[in-house]
């Protein structure tokens, strides 16, 4: 194979890794929409649509402390509303129930009463006997 082979050869890998290259920027851009509309705080409401879906029973979230953004800490009321912040949405909606006694340590939120000794029983730490 002599030099202009080589180059050629060369030329086409490049442009074959190019064009790869750019089909993977297209798909990351498009799969990291933020779904989020741009706003800065959201209600419970809208938080609990966006994490569970339009369909699921706001009762549910709005009664249970443990399924609300930052466990019900760090809101601000604003027109007599609490709210979030975006950051802290984002960060919620990342949330699984195996992760709920952990996000709870984060925030200072004590695990108590009926819905704490669920989440506790559930997925607390296992003990293991000596």
Not at 45 to 72: H, I, R, V
Not at 110 to 124: A, C, S
């Amino acid at each position: 194979m002599n030099n202009d082979e080589l180059i050629i050869s060369r030329m086409n890998e490049l442009e074959s890794l190019i064009l790869q290259l750019r089909r993977e920027v297209k798909e990351v851009k498009t799969t990291n929409n933020d779904s989020l509309p741009h706003q800065k705080y959201y209600t419970l409401k809208e938080a609990c649509a966006w994490k569970f879906g339009k369909d699921t029973s706001y009762s549910t979230c709005s009664t249970n402390y443990l399924l609300m953004p930052c466990c019900n800490t760090n809101y601000e009321i604003i027109a007599g509303v609490r709210r979030w912040e975006s950051k802290y949405i984002k960060e919620w909606l990342e949330i699984t129930d195996k992760d709920i006694i952990a996000y709870a340590e984060k925030y200072h939120v004590p695990l108590t009463g009926r819905i704490g000794e669920k989440y506790l029983k559930k997925y607390g730490k296992k003990e293991v006997s000596v």
